[in-house]
């Protein structure tokens, strides 16, 4: 079983509805959970972090964790074409700092 | 420096050769962090580094890959005698302390191209 696993995609939403990006980790004991955007041929950057079961927002982007389920999610609101790109999950599993990644989600937002 | 700083960008070797790349952190992250990204794959985690203690060295694949780093500084990540399939794209990233302890700010990358 990968550490953190995500759906390859491809996931194809239309412009202005809610992208639903998808996340399970293997490790119960995980406490930091991150999402990183990628956009093709550049590097990863940070949308958003997690620590707390719940929810979080940031403007048109909500986090989601669910430790019980070990789960996290990202929706996109509005989606817009601009939001193309892959969408990678990280993990700091128990004890330590390191960051494990998922493999990824692509997404297309069609205009 | 304002950002992470690798290089080189581009790298064109041919098999059995060794390769060194460089990163060099934000100034004052004390953590840094080495990943693999092949083509169209996920990033795979190689080395981390955290002020004077010793290394993760668990997702080196093999003993042909090797990285360093001086305190809080620079870090070189060494392979030798390459082969095809270590072509790929490698990520440097750094994090500091406080409450976005373990976000990381990634460099653009090293490309590497084995022949």
């Known amino acids: 079983q990968k550490e953190v696993e995500q759906n390859s995609g491809p996931l194809s939403v239309p412009e202005g509805a809610i992208a639903s990006l998808n996340c399970t980790y293997s490790?119960?004991?995980?406490?930091?959970f991150f999402w990183y955007r990628q956009y093709s041929g550049k590097s990863p950057e940070l949308i958003m972090f997690?620590?707390?079961?719940g929810d979080k927002e940031d403007g048109r982007f909500t986090a989601q964790l669910n430790k019980a389920s070990q789960y996290v999610s990202l929706l996109i609101r509005d989606s817009q074409p601009s939001d193309s790109a892959t969408y990678l999950c990280a993990v700091n599993p128990a004890g330590g700092f390191k960051t494990i990644f998922g493999a990824g989600t692509r997404l297309f937002v069609k205009a | 420096g304002a950002g992470v700083s690798q290089s080189p960008s581009n790298k064109v070797t041919e098999k059995g050769k060794d390769v060194e790349l460089r990163c060099d952190p934000i100034?004052?992250?004390?953590?840094l962090y080495w990943y693999r990204q092949r083509l169209g794959q996920g990033l795979e985690f190689l080395i981390y580094f955290q002020g004077n203690s010793a290394p993760d060295k668990s997702g080196l694949p093999s003993d042909r890959f090797s990285a360093e780093r001086t305190g809080e500084s620079v870090s070189t990540l060494t392979i030798q005698r390459t082969q095809q399939e270590d072509s790929a794209v490698y990520l440097c990233a750094s994090s500091g302390l406080g409450s976005g302890a373990n976000v990381l700010t990634f460099g653009a990358g090293s490309r590497l191209t084995v022949l």
């Open positions: 100034s004052g992250h004390t953590a």
């Open positions: 490790d119960r004991g995980s406490q930091s």
């Open positions: 997690i620590y707390s079961n």
